[in-house]
Every structure is written in C-alpha cells, then in structure tokens.
C-alpha cells in the first residue's frame, strides 16, 4: 500500500466514514483506522460506554470498508 493510499483511507475512516456512522448510532463515539508493520488493516469502532469493536479491512476499497463497518455494527 502506498502511502497516499494509506492517507486516503485513514481520512475517510476517521472523518467521513466516523460522522456518518455516529450520526446514525448515538453508542458510536468514533471509528480509529489502524495499519500494522505486517500490513493488516482494521478500522477500531469505540463504543461510548467503552466497548470497542474492530472489523478487519486489509485490502478494502473505501466501498467495502464501509461495507464491512455498517455489517459488524449491525452484529452488535
């Protein structure tokens, strides 16, 4: 992944995707995105009473992150 791609996710992840999903879940407190050394991907969804969830992304388009984020929050 480069790093422009890198960017662009965590933008997303961290600002559009985390409005969007604490408008609608009043629990959200905020979505983190989280790259490792070994090139896993994982948006972190913080609950506000402290729970925290994270979703694997590693390869995601923006599309399918969103995706993947609004499925686990309909799991929880």
């Known amino acids: ?12 992840v961290t600002r559009e995707l985390s409005r969007c ?16 050394d070994d090139g896993q991907e994982s ?8 729970y925290i969830k994270t979703v694997d992304v590693t390869g ?4 399918s992150v969103m995706f993947n ?3 686990a929050l309909a799991e929880v």
């Open 43 to 50: 948006v972190i969804i913080r609950f506000s009473n402290g």
């Open 1 to 12: 992944m480069s790093m422009e791609q890198f960017e662009q996710k965590k933008a997303f």
């Open 69 to 71: 984020v609004v499925e």
């Open 21 to 36: 999903v604490t408008a609608v879940d009043g629990n959200v407190s905020k979505l983190e995105y989280q790259f490792t």
């Open 60 to 63: 995601d388009s923006l599309y």
